[in-house]
């Protein structure tokens, strides 16, 4: 029904996190979700594979004329598609990104990070226009470090060059970094609240007819 696609051209910047966060959220709320993974590193595909109890459609698709195809067909199939993409330009991240209802851009606060996020979006756009679509795209914070001079430094830049940005940043968190072991996505502590508001925000940009039941009035 809906897809959302992770992308930006910076590699490790925390897609297949944010990624697994929404999957194991919008799991615990007992939707379908169905992923195509275009990264040939697999980590996402892999870690479904072998780490979590979660029954989750999986495809890996590296041939990139065919990511709109198979992402469509499995929409037909789930409440929610998720397409992770590898942490480079690609063909692949250019169809995931026209094939998208949202596309979220995670950015870590160093400025290749948010040197590619703004590339990302004008991405996101370039792709909008060549599709005639409108393809919302957002930036969300990982790894942060509240509280520190830095994310002053980088949210002040994000805010300055105009980039939509969800209010729910991911903290760095060893959570985050336990649950490519484990397989287990936290529902509490600060982690598992964290993705939680992220799905919350997502409700609420009324962009996913699946979530309508839980957006709040704006
Ligand atoms: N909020 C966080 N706190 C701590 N560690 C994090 C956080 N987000 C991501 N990481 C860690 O940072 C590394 C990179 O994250 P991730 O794999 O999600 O990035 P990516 O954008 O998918 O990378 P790639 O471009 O290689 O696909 C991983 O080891 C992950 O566990
Ligand atoms: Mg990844």
Redesign the pocket.
């Known amino acids: 029904m809906s897809i959302i696609t992770?992308a930006?051209t910076?590699?490790?910047?925390?897609?297949?996190?944010?990624?697994?966060m929404i999957i194991g959220a919008v799991h615990n709320l007992g939707y379908s979700i169905g992923v195509v993974d275009t990264?040939e590193?697999q980590?996402?595909s892999n870690w479904l594979d072998s780490n979590t109890n979660m029954a989750i459609d999986y495809k890996v698709v590296l041939e990139e004329s065919k990511v709109v195809e198979v992402a469509q067909k499995m929409s037909r199939k789930h409440d929610l598609v998720i397409i992770?993409?590898?942490?480079?330009q690609s063909q692949a991240s250019v169809f995931a990104i026209g094939c998208a209802d949202l596309v979220i851009v995670?950015l870590?606060l160093s400025k290749a990070d948010v040197v590619q996020a703004q590339k990302t979006y004008e991405l996101v756009k370039s792709t909008a226009h060549m599709t005639s679509r409108t393809i919302p795209a957002q930036l969300l914070f990982?790894?942060?470090t509240p509280k520190t001079k830095i994310a002053k430094k980088v949210r002040q830049q994000v805010k300055e060059l105009g980039l939509p940005t969800f209010n729910t940043r991911?903290?760095?968190?060893?959570?985050?970094?336990e649950?490519?072991f484990s397989g287990k996505i936290p529902r509490k502590g600060t982690?598992g609240a964290q993705g939680q508001l992220l799905v919350q925000e997502i409700a609420d940009l009324g962009l996913m007819p699946f979530l309508q039941e839980f957006r709040r009035a704006s």
Request: net charge positive; aromatic share 8%.
């Open positions: 992770m930006t910076k590699g490790g910047a925390g897609k297949t996190t944010v990624a697994q990264d590193n980590t996402l992770d993409t590898p942490g480079a995670p870590q990982t790894n942060y991911f903290h760095h968190l060893v959570a985050y970094k649950l490519t982690a």
